[in-house]
């Protein structure tokens, strides 16, 4: 009886390699961390902050440019936490190109003013020209007739 088995198809050979191949990855990518994994996948969102804040302001979405917070990575790997509103006004963050907008966002007190940078939280005091300072933000804008609060060792560049 010269009869033999079936044999594999070189076909699934080469699909049960790569189903092999890319459960490794998955693996790895989960247990590892995708930024070790693929560092040079772009992680940069300047753009998408941007397009994002001045899409809330055209369409006057008052919550999602005055409260919601938005992590913003440029091109240096810089990391800043904040909302739109305090993006478009503070002196350091003008540069990403998120404009000011004529919604008129709740006023904060200078101290619960908050700006996340590199991990660091920065809040803000209202002593006037030291660090990033920002323009009309208290909540009691009679007592502070064109005072500043200020950010300070904010340093992005």
Same mark, same amino acid.
């Given at each position: ?11 699934? !050979? ?6 092999? +191949?890319? %459960? ?5 990518? +989960? ?6 994994? =693929? ?5 940069? *969102? ?7 804040? *001045? %899409? ?6 008052? $919550?999602?440019?005055?409260?919601? @917070?938005?992590? =913003? ?8 936490? @904040? @909302?739109?509103?305090? +993006?478009?006004?503070?002196?350091? %963050?003008?540069? $990403? ?15 619960? !003013? ?7 939280? +920065? ?6 020209? @030291?660090?990033?300072?920002? *323009?009309?933000?208290?909540? $009691? ?11 300070? *060792? %904010?340093?992005?560049?």
């Amino acid at each position: 009886m010269d009869k033999r088995g079936q044999g594999l198809s070189t076909n699934a !050979i080469v699909l049960i390699i790569l189903g092999i +191949f890319i %459960l490794v990855i998955l693996i790895l990518g +989960f247990s590892l961390g995708w930024d070790k994994l =693929l560092p040079f996948l772009s992680k940069e *969102n300047v753009n998408d902050v941007v397009q994002g804040c *001045n %899409l809330a302001c055209l369409n006057g979405e008052k $919550y999602d440019f005055c409260i919601q @917070t938005r992590e =913003l990575i440029d091109s240096n790997g810089n990391k800043v936490e @904040t @909302t739109c509103h305090l +993006f478009s006004i503070a002196d350091e %963050l003008e540069d $990403y190109g998120i404009e000011e907008c004529n919604i008129d966002c709740s006023k904060k007190l200078c101290e619960e !003013i908050e700006i996340v940078s590199k991990g660091d939280s +920065f809040k803000g005091n209202k002593i006037p020209d @030291t660090g990033t300072c920002v *323009n009309d933000v208290s909540a $009691y804008a009679s007592d502070l007739v064109n005072q500043k609060c200020c950010i300070d *060792n %904010l340093n992005l560049k």
